[in-house]
């Protein structure tokens, strides 16, 4: 029984080692957000309605490196803000095409 609170110490000390870690980790983060951004217009095609709209927000929200965006259904447009050095201009493209819609740059 003695091995066994050995053993549970042992472990809570490891998990708050990491939370540690995390938590420094996410400082780092921080930091990095200091960082330029870049801001890109893209022109949309295959939104039916306001639901894709949110499919496609809701997908960029939850890909890293993307700081802002503003999907216009209708408007079938975006504008996206990033940081070029955690994401590449065609990744974000990649992750709307994967949503099931087509974009493209539009000129600024
Ligand atoms: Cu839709």
């Known amino acids: 029984m003695k091995i066994m609170n050995v053993l549970i110490s042992i472990v809570v000390l490891i998990l708050i080692f990491n939370a540690q870690t995390f938590g420094q980790s996410d ?41 802002d965006m503003e999907v216009k259904y209708p408007g079938d447009s975006a504008i996206i803000t990033y940081k070029p050095n955690e994401i ?3 990744e974000i493209i990649r992750t709307i095409e994967k949503s099931g819609y087509k974009a493209k740059k539009l000129k600024s």
Request: net charge positive; aromatic share 2%; proline share 0%.
């Open 27 to 67: 400082k780092t983060d921080s930091d990095v957000d200091q960082q330029k951004t870049k801001q890109v217009k893209l022109k949309i095609t295959g939104m039916t309605c306001g639901g894709c709209a949110n499919h496609i927000h809701r997908a960029l929200s939850e890909t890293k490196g993307v700081v």
């Open 88 to 90: 590449k201009f065609e």
